[in-house]
């Protein structure tokens, strides 16, 4: 498998936030790609032993997947905007919403946060 040069991206100064932000996309990248080739190495053995191990590191790789997109939603406020308006609109779709509903969430429409949403039967509520 072809390795990426760590040096590639080396400017003769400090990266902006915004050029960090695009380095550590490809470190994401590389961690998703990580995490995909720990499961298929999973799922091509019997030996537990080294099962344990993949799946221990397989989780590292995750962990740093999930750091590094914290880290960017710092550098990059656009990525965290979209973030922010796609766990309102994640929320929206899986509770059936419209889709002139869901997508007034990216246009900032008040009528999408007052969108009322289903009841779900809990164990609690079945209770009562």
Known sequence: ????????????????????????????EAELDAI??????????????????????????????????????????EQAQHDREASQKYRLITTGASHEEVEAVSEGGAEAAEVELPKRLTVGSLRK
């Not at 498998?1 to 490809?26: C, G, W, Y």
């Not at 995909?36 to 590191?57: P, Q």
């Open 36 to 77: 995909n080739l720990y499961a298929a190495h999973l799922d091509a053995t019997d030996n537990e032993e080294a099962k344990a191990i993949l799946r221990h590191v397989m989780d590292e790789e995750r962990e740093h997947a999930a750091l590094f997109w914290q880290l960017i939603a710092r550098l990059d406020p």
């Open 1 to 28: 498998m072809p390795q990426t040069n760590p040096f590639h991206s080396l400017v003769p100064r400090k990266l902006t936030d915004s050029e960090l932000a695009r380095s550590i996309r490809l470190n994401i």
